[in-house]
């Protein structure tokens, strides 16, 4: 810090210097070619200092695993979320630890810095590697594979508890078909309950362009037995649904199961259109209908409170 000042000491001394140099003397000139090059060699030392800060920084809040990935720990910091990431300036997408409040211990999440940054990602489907036909012990820890590019996971239900009863959040839900096309929902107030509470489900306010199949309010008649309003969660091995039969063991899923669903995104990977005895593939009605599987799916969360672009 010592050094700036003097920098900034130099070049104050140099534009008062200057101000009053206003006669073309020699003296004069010289000793404004002298400053200059002093100056220039303080602005240099800056920028030395600044790029040694930066990369000791670095130093102390990376880790690389034994596979080589690399985490971003935030060294003496403890982030809650993505959000939080985003807004101490870490603007590249990767594994970052944070700790939600109620979380007894820390997690590593992806933290996605794109459409506007700050979003931890608690879902991934993308080519089918991982199945999603899960005992609720698996969904209650997460499972599958964060961390290569394009791996397929749950972050699981008791994360996804801590990070959305820590505030407001908002959910959003990418998707892709097999055909390139890419649609987008999102839901404001985001919540999912406790284990207690089967992970009971709440959202507000649908925006986006694949429509709101999570509401289903897209037909009034078949709200009742296909929105995901208010559902608890459901697994093979733990049937929490509105069906007399098994809605999770039917559709291949572990989800907020109604009598049966409208969205299943946790669903059976199939390759587009599918025949099938019940519909358990990746299904979001309101885009493609119960019989067309989708290509990739991405679902994430971020604090309502968070403004984009901050610095
Ligand atoms: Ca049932």
């Given at each position: 810090m010592g050094k700036t000042e003097g920098w900034k000491g130099v070049i104050l001394g140099f534009m008062f210097f200057t101000h009053i140099?206003?006669?073309?003397s020699d003296e004069c000139q010289q000793e404004n070619v002298r400053l200059r090059a002093q100056v220039r060699t303080l602005q240099e030392r800056v920028a030395t200092q600044q790029a040694l800060l930066s990369q000791l920084h670095s130093q102390h809040t990376q880790v690389s695993t034994t596979d080589g990935i690399h985490i971003d720990t935030g060294g003496e910091v403890e982030y809650a979320d993505c959000t939080q990431v985003y807004n101490d300036g870490k603007r590249q997408s990767g594994l970052y630890v944070i700790k939600p409040l109620r979380s007894p211990s820390k997690i590593t999440v992806y933290c996605d810095m794109t459409e506007g940054g700050g979003w931890t990602v608690f879902q991934r489907r993308t080519d089918g590697k991982e199945s999603f036909y899960r005992r609720w012990a698996e969904y209650k820890k997460g499972f599958g594979n964060?961390?290569?590019?394009?791996g397929e996971f749950w972050l699981g239900n008791d994360n996804l508890h801590y990070l959305t009863s820590q505030g407001d959040y908002t959910l959003r839900i990418n998707m892709e078909d097999f055909e390139g096309n890419r649609r987008f929902a999102v839901y404001k107030s985001f919540k999912v309950a406790d284990e207690k509470d089967g992970y009971q489900l709440r959202f507000g306010e649908y925006t986006g362009t694949a429509g709101d199949s999570l509401a289903g309010s897209y037909h009034p008649e078949v709200q009742w037995w296909a929105?995901?309003?208010?559902m608890k969660f459901s697994t093979y091995d733990k049937d929490n649904d509105r069906y007399e039969l098994n809605c999770a063991r039917e559709d291949k899923a572990g989800w907020w199961f109604n009598r049966c669903?409208?969205?299943?995104?946790?669903?059976?990977?199939?390759?587009?259109p599918y025949t099938a005895v019940t519909d358990n593939g990746i299904v979001w009605y309101t885009w493609h209908g119960w019989w067309y599987s989708l290509k990739s799916v991405e679902m994430k969360v971020r604090s309502a409170h968070f403004e984009p672009n901050q610095v």
């Open positions: 140099c206003v006669s073309s964060m961390r290569s590019p394009g929105s995901h309003q208010g669903h409208s969205a299943n995104l946790n669903g059976f990977y199939y390759r587009g």
